[in-house]
């Protein structure tokens, strides 16, 4: 695939689930798992996320750090006012928002 092709899918992540809160480090990253299967299943046909899956053995992703749930959810409506497609993953049952995946 040329440099010039290449897609990359971002994930935010809350920062103060491991700092503040103490989630284990497995259960933070499940949280970005779940949020990157859920983006993809829900753009599965869009032309960006067809050509991402296209070359499986060379995914990229970037893993970024968000301070909390307010500025986590802050972040959402801003990608959603510039129709950004995401998914803001929220754990259940607990109704917790813990990451955003981009499309």
Request: with cysteine; aromatic share 6%; net charge negative.
């Amino acid at each position: 695939m040329a440099t010039s092709s290449l897609l990359v899918q971002y994930i935010i992540i809350r920062e103060d689930l491991v700092r503040s809160l103490a989630w284990p480090l497995g259960a933070v990253i499940a949280q970005g798992c779940h949020a990157c299967v859920a983006v993809i299943h829900e753009f599965y046909h869009d032309e960006d996320t067809v050509k991402y899956l296209r070359d499986i053995d060379n995914m990229r992703k970037v893993v970024l750090k968000i301070k909390d749930e307010e500025m986590l959810s802050a972040l959402s409506k801003k990608l959603n006012d510039n129709e950004i497609k995401h998914k803001l993953w929220t754990e259940q049952p607990e109704n917790y928002p813990t990451c955003i995946a981009l499309k």
